[in-house]
């Protein structure tokens, strides 16, 4: 028996009593069980952005070569030679706190069918991963897990995991953070979207069958945690790596016909919300029968099959004469194929179950009426500016510390967990460069590939970190020669019912809008999670960028390896920031002062100074500096080519370690000619040293050899995780 | 050249394996499972991926598929046979090379170039190489540590049936440049008749200068030499 619906049931289900009245304004009756739960996931947090669309509107979104902008399953650009490429990140926190495999590997998963329902085949895997104090036995076993899970499920799709980036912070103790982005490439005029079409055309079920797994996801990811969260584990999806293999060639085996209409993934909210999104996003009504629905377990309710989140699902709209066609191609797969109803001319969303109707609700109401919050916002205080701060270990201490510290740590121990090599275009692997290169099959043209955020700054100044974190993604794809195009956003934060967290969401979306206008860089796809906290306890707030770019000649990448016999050269101006460095935090203990400022027409002028320089072959090596200062730059550069440096030009700790932004170091082998186009073009610029030997040698002479560099580099993750390097 | 690039559900380096094949002169034609004949063709692919998920065991699901007898068959009549990391897997669930390939021995999925030495080259896979030549080539598994029992191992030493073994850069088989932990640093082996070749790294995956080397290319090239069967 299901229980009765009442205003207690409905706060169980995460609605407030005035989205529940209003519910019974909509129906103007009590609703049904499996109403309830209909409205409860379309109306939460996760599936409405009730507390969030109001500051996201004011993201620019266009631009000359965005084809389709925030509002379809991922983001569409025109990226050259009739080609489009499909992006978009998404978060599974919540799940990945409470089964950390489980947890990242349908975090994968689902990203990916956003994406290829779009029409795409997916080229690539990115993530932005946040974890808890390395101390804590917990984070290491949610590490463990998480890279599992990512590579578990990627490299069994055959999608390479190309780049990413890994954060640690005590903040993220109770609440990591897993962000997972796709990209896809397709032929920009067969871009398939969700609006459904043509009343009385069937709605076609493909993919797995569906189970109990993940009822009330989006609800939980909703919602803080508390201390039962571990109980929550039954509403953790499984994921099916093969399934979605399958999945993705039946797909696009359909998609190069004409049978589809419309085409949308199953994901939060299962059968609901693609039932309801593609139908109200058509203007149309539809009929579901759930009895048709492939079941994988046995008496299942109503409620259980709209809400389940079983993975490797997608709901189809297709033209009534290219049923059969579709059905062997899927049949040919093993797939499950099963018509479930059809468009109606109603307006309504009519679930029929053993013969009973079991939901009929006007679809517009559901959308239109869907809460829209404006929370009362407050500002975080503009920190003040640091102080002078002693070197209390001298230079080469401070760099042999931070090379081994967690967040400069290599990364090697978790992307040689990822296959990165697969599908033969990969230009750029993991580390290689700044951001990471895949060429096009069958192409010359490459996308390059990022992600980017800096919690720290965000934490101390929302607005400025927010600003960085679009104008890091930037310089990233910049530093590759490629030109930046447009972003995914995935915006981490916490309860926004907080005054303090709602203005941190606020902020960043102000300065991440005004990197976007400066760097003509827009916002295609995102998606928003919030509530990230646990017992009270709020993660830094994380507005998670996956920036792509373009490159016409695959060729003309350059990454972050030096050789003998190159000058290295900085651009960009620098005061020696060390408010919010990683120095501060890693050798003096203090996470205190302002981030260092972006001045976006200074980034804008340098980049396009860099890559300009690139595009004209005068550059052999190029990164960004960013997280530990220019000395850590030039420290990886070595490291990456395996070749030592003899650096010029006295500086203290500040100079070294400070992270004033818009800089790039320059590996080239004609010096006076970068360095004369960089004066002419008003861009700061200085000689900070020559390539080649065995050793980091410092301008006061002291020395690091590469070898012991790299030793310290090295040894985090493989001593952490109590394995034998190789 | 004509070969035939087997694809199993779950099956996903056959793209990468077209584009080697095509780049070194060979016709590859992409032949699903069900619908596997192998007329006129004189080599037969088995790729990487993960057939059947790999949810029993690696290999083991495709090797039971009807497409395997067709292979029998062809590798009965001295057609040539290459299966690449779960294609090698394959062939040695289904019988038609010794052995099996075991959890890696850091229990982890590893993804990472490794150095391979051939230890002949009078074989229609290897004959562009010399003998001791030593090549880099991706890997990408978690089920890579070859095993077999030691008599068998002493038969595939003894009769020269290794075909390739995990290598330093400069040449030398220590037992830590077998990354995955495989017995006596066996990369890939060779049917006794030298006509099936199994091996888990991906040279296919570096046949080209922008992808960082074409040291996989002369595998390739060899195999596009070859006369038609």
């Known amino acids: ?726 | 050249m004509k070969a035939a690039i087997v694809v199993f559900p779950g099956i996903n380096r056959e793209r990468d394996m077209a584009i080697a094949l095509a780049g070194s002169g060979a016709t590859p034609v992409m032949q699903w499972h069900k619908q596997a004949d192998f007329t006129d063709i004189d080599l037969v692919v088995i790729p990487g991926g993960f057939s059947y998920g790999d949810y029993l065991r690696c290999g083991a699901m495709a090797a039971q598929s009807p497409a395997m007898d067709a292979v029998r068959a062809h590798a009965a009549r001295g057609g040539y046979v290459l299966g690449v990391c779960n294609g090698f897997q394959i062939l040695t669930e289904a019988g038609l090379l010794p052995g099996a390939l075991l959890r890696n021995a850091g229990l982890r999925f590893l993804s990472m170039d490794c150095h391979l030495r051939v230890e002949r080259n009078d074989t229609a896979f290897t004959r562009s190489y010399q003998t001791g030549d030593v090549f880099r080539a991706p890997m990408a598994h978690g089920d890579g540590n070859y095993f077999a029992d030691d008599a068998t191992l002493d038969r595939l030493e003894g009769e020269n049936l290794v075909a390739l073994r995990y290598a330093t850069a400069s040449g030398a088989i220590p037992p830590e440049a077998a990354f995955n932990g495989a017995a006596r640093n066996i990369a890939g082996i060779y049917s006794a008749n030298l006509r099936i070749m199994g091996l888990m790294p991906h040279p296919e995956d570096l046949v080209d200068p922008l992808m960082g080397g074409t040291d996989g290319k002369p595998l390739f090239d060899a195999l596009a030499m070859m006369e038609a069967a």
Request: hydrophobic letters at 45%.
């Open chain 1, 1 to 726: 028996m299901t229980p009765d619906v009442t205003q207690a049931l409905a706060r169980q289900f995460g609605l407030s009593a005035d989205e529940y009245a209003n519910v019974l304004t909509i129906l103007g009756r009590t609703p049904s069980y499996t109403e309830l739960g209909i409205f409860s996931v379309m109306w939460s947090e996760h599936c409405s952005y009730k507390s969030s669309r109001v500051w996201l509107k004011t993201l620019p979104t266009k631009a000359p070569w965005v084809i389709h902008g925030p509002g379809e399953n991922a983001g569409v650009v025109d990226i050259g030679d009739g080609l489009a490429a499909i992006f978009k990140m998404e978060s599974h926190n919540h799940p990945s706190f409470i089964e950390p495999y489980s947890g990242a590997a349908t975090g994968v998963g689902g990203i990916l069918r956003d994406v290829f329902t779009m029409g795409a085949r997916p080229i690539a895997n990115l993530n932005a991963l946040r974890f808890g104090d390395p101390k804590l036995a917990v984070t290491k076993r949610v590490v463990d897990g998480v890279v599992r899970g990512i590579g578990g499920y990627g490299n069994c799709v055959g999608v390479p995991t190309v780049g990413g980036e890994v954060n640690f912070h005590p903040a993220y103790n109770g609440n990591p953070l897993v962000n997972a982005m796709t990209v896809g490439i397709a032929d920009k005029t067969k871009i398939f979207l969700s609006a459904a079409a043509g009343i009385g055309n069937p709605v076609v079920y493909v993919g797995s069958k569906t189970g109990r797994d993940g009822i009330h996801g989006a609800t939980m990811a909703s919602a803080s945690f508390e201390k039962d969260s571990e109980e929550k584990r039954p509403t953790v999806q499984i994921g099916d790596p093969f399934t979605e293999k399958l999945l993705i060639e039946a797909c696009l085996e359909l998609m190069a016909t004409d049978a589809i209409i419309a085409i949308q993934d199953m994901g939060a909210a299962g059968l609901t919300s693609s039932s309801v999104e593609m139908a109200g996003k058509g203007g149309v009504g539809i009929e579901l029968d759930l009895n048709a629905v492939p079941q994988r377990e046995t008496a299942m309710t109503a409620y259980e099959m709209m809400l389940s989140e079983s993975q490797e699902r997608m709901l189809m709209v297709l033209r009534p004469d290219r049923q059969d066609m579709a059905a062997a191609i899927f049949a040919k797969w093993d797939l499950d194929f099963a018509v479930i109803g059809h468009l109606t001319d109603t307006g309504h969303i009519v679930v029929r179950h053993n013969g009973v109707i079991e939901a009929d609700i006007p679809l517009d109401p559901l959308a239109d009426q869907a809460p829209l919050y404006h929370r009362p916002t407050e500002e975080t205080p503009k920190p003040a500016k640091l102080g002078p701060v002693a070197d209390p270990v001298g230079i080469k201490s401070a760099l042999l510390t931070l090379l081994a510290c967690p967040d400069l740590a290599s990364r090697a121990w978790i992307w040689d967990q990822y296959d990165s090599t697969i599908g033969g275009q990969t230009v750029k692997r993991p580390g290689a460069a700044d951001a990471a290169i895949v060429r096009l099959d069958g192409y010359t043209r490459a996308l390059a590939l990022t992600t980017d955020c800096t919690p720290r700054y965000c934490q101390a100044d929302p607005e400025a970190g927010g600003m960085q974190a679009v104008a890091e993604a930037w310089r990233n794809i910049t530093a590759t020669g490629a030109l930046p195009l447009a972003i995914t956003d995935n915006m981490n934060f916490a309860n926004p019912e907080k005054p303090r967290i709602m203005g941190q969401f606020a902020a960043a979306i102000r300065g991440m809008a005004a990197a976007c206008v400066a760097l003509d860089f827009p916002v295609v796809s995102g998606n928003v999670s919030l509530y990230n906290e646990t017992e009270g306890s709020p993660i830094l707030p994380t507005p998670a960028i996956g920036g792509l770019g373009v490159l016409e000649d695959a060729a003309q990448a350059v990454g972050q390896a030096i050789s003998p016999g190159q000058t290295l050269l900085v651009i960009g101006a620098a005061e020696g920031w060390l408010g919010q460095s990683l120095w501060l935090r890693e050798i003096t203990g203090r996470e205190d002062g302002a981030p260092p400022p972006v001045d976006l027409a200074a980034e804008r002028r340098n980049g396009d100074f860099v890559r300009g320089q690139i595009l004209a072959g005068a550059v052999r090596a190029c990164h960004d500096v960013s997280d530990g200062g220019l000395l850590i730059t030039v420290s990886e550069m070595a490291l990456a080519g395996d070749c030592g440096v003899q650096l010029s030009g006295a500086r203290d700790h500040a100079g070294w370690f400070g992270e004033d932004q818009s800089r790039y170091v320059l590996a080239v082998d004609d010096a006076p000619a970068v360095f004369s186009a960089a004066i002419a073009a008003g861009i700061p610029v200085e000689v900070i040293g020559t390539t080649g030997g065995r050793n980091l040698t410092l301008p006061d002479g002291d020395t690091i050899s590469i070898a012991d560099a790299r030793a310290m580099n090295e040894k985090f993750f493989p001593d952490w995780m109590n394995v034998t390097a190789v």
